[in-house]
């Protein structure tokens, strides 16, 4: 979902800066307090469990990693009068853990906007989280229940409590492969706005639907925590099975409906120049309109008919969503996938959203994010990839995306980017999202930034982040969570900092100065592959990096990621040495906060001469002080930490030789 377009200052104007007064004159080390141990920072056992056979040591699935796989069948009608979503839905669930399971779980994520709801009583009226701005009879209603096991009825008790719907088997499920069927009938009438995620917007031609969250959907069994029965009150989104969606939805034909996956029948809901157009625009690289802005409120644009029924279906994904609308301008183009295959890049946008400063150009954004991420990290698994300009600010799903119809310029293109960048998480690598949403949100912040610079030669670039800001700010704040804490338990105001940019910025440090690009990337796209349709913990994360790019980060997943540790190095005694064995300098840097960093050193020679000093992370893990040796003949009239503020050092007032004289009064 997306938090913030700039991800360069992310907040931080609201955040209180935090620091502590430092001399900044050469000090001898002795006379300068540090806070900072090495032995608390490089300390051993950071790893509490060891590898076993369902998840490895190195990071990857293990030799008996199993997860259980859930198939949905649905058929949907939407009511454009009463604004109501009806279906039929029949799940398959497959129980492979080697558990018998005497009961499932199931979440009902519309729930949470009912007045009776634990999320509508915990859930402030400012908060993008909720619906509580509309009174309207929300939540599902639910009617038919039948469970099955090989054709026959199944003796069951269900229960609903707020978000969830427990089935009580009368014999449970037997382990590893054991199969069950729930069928049921279920209405609900469509938030206005739910929770930024799913609604309907009026527009000047018509009402656009966004539909998500929108059938009753197995909650998670694994290994780590049984079930995942965490209620929906908004901030933190979901965690799903794998399986295929075939879904069906029937709407008014004046509409054209756009859902995840593929549309399997085409030549049944478009006219005939629409089916010319669509195909047609499967081998093109260039936008095809399908339909017209000219077209929108021309009746011959749509089949003569009262209803249309539109099928999808979406192969080994976690969730569907569509959207619907008689006002929708559609384009498509191809996509260019690395082995060869094509998928079809889509954009439905009302007219007031079809200006070339904003949607007008949305297929070339989905077309050129998708073709950036499949080359960079793993190839885009869904036969389409369509943006919908909704009132929605920004929220992804399994081959669609929900985004604001108010966005122009880089705004259009950055939410588009954005909300596919989740196609890579949560929709492939399955994280966690409920408890560890920097997993898939700090993740696609991290990717993001990359596709940013890439797309169109940098066109929409942006500012290099200032980490020393970062630094001051960020870290060590006491006002801001930990990036551990679940979504649900973060101040509202925090989440955009914990799950969005600080394990960004944390990716970047380890990519661009601690790894470099060529380890990074190689362990992170093993940890995407080794992942992918599976669930990892953020401790898989982090053995994988570790294993991939042979290096022991446990210091900095404890003070990045498990704590907020500050980060300071200031310069200390800095000394002129002429003697038989060395010419030069000895400089003294001083690590005075929790977190250590690599040392950067600029220093300045008296003929107007810089070079850069680079001193590996490593010269921490048995000190507090590191005394680096500068050989010249010159005399050196400037030295400076980390000039280009490429690390988060928290106090820039020790960070220069000599020190910035004291303002007179």
Not at 72 to 93: E, F, M, P, R
Not at 593 to 619: A, C, F, N, Y
Not at 623 to 628: A, D, F, Y
Request: glycine share 8%; aromatic share 12%.
């Amino acid at each position: 979902m997306l938090r913030f377009i700039d991800k360069t200052f992310l907040c931080i104007a609201v955040l209180c800066a935090v620091g502590f007064a430092s001399s900044a004159q050469q000090a001898p080390p002795a006379a300068t307090p540090t806070n900072y141990s090495p032995a608390e920072a490089f300390g051993p056992l950071f790893y509490t469990q060891n590898g076993n056979e369902f998840r490895s040591a190195n990071g990857a699935p293990g030799a008996k990693y199993w997860q259980n796989r859930v198939d949905y069948n649905i058929t949907a009608n939407l009511d454009d009068t009463k604004h109501q979503v009806s279906g039929t839905i029949t799940i398959t669930y497959k129980n492979n853990s080697p558990d018998k399971l005497p009961y499932l779980w199931l979440q009902l994520d519309q729930n949470t906007f009912k007045e009776t709801s634990r999320g509508y009583a915990i859930t402030p009226p400012v908060s993008r989280y909720g619906a509580q701005g509309e009174k309207f009879d929300g939540g599902y209603k639910i009617s038919n229940i039948a469970v099955s096991q090989k054709a026959q009825p199944v003796k069951f008790t269900s229960l609903v409590e707020d978000t969830r719907m427990q089935i009580r088997l009368d014999q449970p499920m037997a382990a590893l492969g054991d199969i069950i069927t729930i069928k049921m009938d279920y209405s609900y009438i469509v938030p206005k706005d739910g929770s930024d995620r799913t609604s309907h917007l009026t527009t000047k031609n018509g009402e656009i639907y966004a539909i998500a969250q929108w059938f009753p959907r197995m909650c998670v069994y694994d290994d780590v925590l049984g079930w995942n029965t965490l209620p929906y009150w908004g901030a933190g989104e979901f965690y799903c099975e794998y399986g295929d969606i075939n879904f069906s939805v029937t709407a008014p034909a004046s509409h054209i409906v756009m859902g995840s996956g593929e549309l399997l029948n085409p030549q049944e809901v478009f006219t005939a120049e629409q089916l010319k157009r669509w195909n047609a625009a499967k081998l093109s690289d260039a936008t095809v309109h399908i339909r017209s802005e000219a077209e929108v409120l021309d009746p011959a644009s749509r089949p003569a008919k009262d209803k249309l029924t539109w099928k999808f279906k979406i192969v080994n994904a976690r969730d569907a969503a569509w959207a619907s609308s008689k006002a929708f301008v559609l384009d498509a183009a191809k996509i260019n996938l690395p082995s060869g295959k094509k998928a079809l890049a889509v954009s439905a946008q009302p007219v007031e959203s079809n200006g070339v400063d904003s949607y007008g150009r949305g297929v070339e954004y989905v077309k050129s994010t998708i073709e950036h991420y499949s080359k960079m990290w793993y190839e885009f698994p869904y036969p389409m990839a369509v943006n919908v300009a909704t009132s929605i600010g920004g929220m992804e799903y399994p081959g669609i995306v929900f985004c604001g119809w108010k966005s122009k310029k880089s705004g259009a293109w950055g939410v588009i980017d954005h909300e596919f960048g989740h196609t890579w998480f949560p929709m492939i690598v399955g994280s966690n999202e409920r408890k560890y949403g920097w997993m898939d949100e700090g993740f696609n912040t991290f990717i993001n930034g990359i596709s940013q610079d890439s797309f169109n030669n940098g066109e929409y670039k942006g500012r290099p982040t200032d980490m020393h800001r970062i630094g001051q700010s960020a870290l060590g704040n006491p006002r801001l969570d930990n990036i551990m804490q679940i979504p649900d338990g973060m101040a509202e105001r925090n989440i955009g900092i914990n799950l969005y940019s600080k394990p960004g910025w944390g990716l970047d440090l380890l990519r661009n100065q601690i790894l470099g690009k060529d380890r990074f990337d190689y362990a992170f796209r093993q940890y995407i592959k080794n992942w992918a349709f599976k669930h990892p913990t953020p401790f898989d994360f982090f053995r994988s990096m570790e294993n991939g790019a042979g290096e022991d980060l446990s210091w900095f997943w404890r003070g990045w990621f498990l704590n907020s540790w500050k980060s300071d190095q200031g310069i200390g005694e800095v000394k002129a040495v002429k003697d038989e064995k060395f010419t030069g300098y000895t400089i003294k840097v001083l690590n005075l906060e929790k977190l250590p960093m690599p040392i950067i050193l600029s220093i300045k020679t008296k003929s107007g001469k810089t070079e850069t000093v680079r001193v590996p992370v490593d010269v921490w893990m048995k000190n507090t002080v590191w005394t680096v040796r500068y050989p010249t003949t010159e005399e050196v009239v400037e030295i400076v930490i980390d000039p280009e503020k490429v690390l988060p050092d928290g106090n820039p007032d020790n960070d220069k030789w000599p020190a910035a004289e004291a303002p007179k009064n």
